[in-house]
């Protein structure tokens, strides 16, 4: 189902990631699917091709959305449980340090930088004493953890708090516009758009096993127990697909 573009994009993604591949085998595959979908022209025709409503314009809008961190979330090609193809709209302002979730994913990703920057945060857990986690000398940071699920019959994030955290900062990064990078899906990150302009990145999720659930840890306050995901409209979708072409013509 599908234009030209569709179709080889979906081909692109079974011939390059479907089979049990290893773990490291399976991100090297898959960042360098994103860096070949990921190329400004070849992603400005996929696009292009989706905004005229090739693909599956009402099952994609279902599954794009606002996102709480501060971008815009389109579905370009859902493969089900196995590969998700997005585009990640980033507005400057939005999701900026200090306020974005610290977070890992129900499974693993790749993504490359097509327009734009964007910096990023890697974390591990540190043990601490739960008693007392105010203490933030060593470098670490206090937080509070939720396990993060969706909701039955909605797609709303349900978060469950699980108690105090101490996390570490094992890495920064940026990455500007040809960028690519992959992240097993347990990794802990937080990421923002580092320019005054709009981040464009495209977003692969692949795998058959996806965790049922994430870790979203927070050092701004209690987050409420769930957190509506409001989907786009088949319209509404449309049109941000048609904005995000004439932002990648503009480039």
Same mark, same amino acid.
């Given at each position: 189902?599908?234009?030209?573009?569709?179709?080889?994009?979906?081909?692109?993604?079974?011939?390059?990631?479907?089979?049990?591949?290893?773990?490291?085998?399976?991100?090297?595959?898959?960042?360098?699917?994103?860096?070949?979908?990921?190329?400004?022209?070849?992603?400005?025709? =996929?696009?292009?091709?989706? @905004?005229?409503?090739?693909?599956? /314009?009402? &099952?994609? %809008? *279902? #599954?794009?959305?606002?996102? +709480?961190?501060?971008?815009?979330?389109?579905?370009?090609?859902?493969?089900?449980?196995?590969?998700?193809?997005?585009?990640?709209?980033?507005?400057?302002?939005?999701?900026?340090?200090?306020?974005?979730?610290?977070?890992?994913?129900?499974?693993?990703?790749?993504?490359?930088?097509?327009?734009?920057?964007?910096?990023?945060?890697?974390?591990?857990?540190?043990?601490?004493?739960?008693?007392?986690?105010?203490?933030?000398?060593?470098?670490?940071?206090?937080?509070?953890?939720?396990?993060?699920? =969706?909701?039955?019959?909605? @797609?709303?994030?349900?978060?469950? /708090?699980? &108690?105090? %955290? *101490? #996390?570490?900062?094992?890495? +920064?990064?940026?990455?500007?516009?040809?960028?690519?990078?992959?992240?097993?899906?347990?990794?802990?990150?937080?990421?923002?758009?580092?320019?005054?302009?709009?981040?464009?990145?495209?977003?692969?999720?692949?795998?058959?096993?996806?965790?049922?659930?994430?870790?979203?840890?927070?050092?701004?306050?209690?987050?409420?127990?769930?957190?509506?995901?409001?989907?786009?409209?088949?319209?509404?979708?449309?049109?941000?697909?048609?904005?995000?072409?004439?932002?990648?013509?503009?480039?």
């Amino acid at each position: 189902m599908g234009g030209r573009q569709v179709l080889a994009a979906r081909q692109l993604l079974t011939e390059t990631l479907d089979g049990e591949l290893p773990e490291h085998e399976r991100l090297a595959a898959a960042r360098a699917v994103v860096a070949e979908l990921g190329a400004p022209e070849r992603l400005l025709e =996929l696009t292009a091709e989706l @905004a005229s409503g090739e693909g599956d /314009p009402h &099952g994609c %809008a *279902r #599954l794009s959305y606002r996102h +709480v961190l501060g971008f815009d979330k389109l579905l370009l090609i859902d493969d089900g449980p196995r590969h998700m193809l997005r585009a990640h709209l980033w507005h400057p302002g939005r999701g900026a340090i200090g306020k974005e979730d610290i977070h890992n994913h129900r499974s693993p990703l790749a993504s490359s930088v097509v327009r734009g920057r964007l910096a990023m945060e890697l974390y591990a857990p540190r043990s601490t004493d739960t008693s007392d986690t105010s203490d933030t000398s060593d470098g670490g940071i206090a937080a509070d953890r939720y396990q993060e699920s =969706l909701a039955d019959g909605s @797609a709303d994030w349900l978060l469950e /708090p699980t &108690g105090p %955290a *101490r #996390l570490r900062l094992t890495q +920064v990064a940026e990455y500007a516009a040809g960028s690519t990078y992959a992240l097993p899906a347990h990794t802990l990150h937080r990421a923002w758009c580092d320019t005054a302009e709009p981040t464009v990145t495209l977003f692969l999720e692949t795998g058959n096993e996806r965790r049922r659930h994430t870790d979203v840890f927070t050092a701004a306050g209690p987050h409420p127990g769930t957190v509506p995901k409001v989907p786009l409209e088949v319209d509404d979708y449309l049109s941000e697909l048609d904005a995000l072409a004439e932002l990648l013509r503009s480039s």
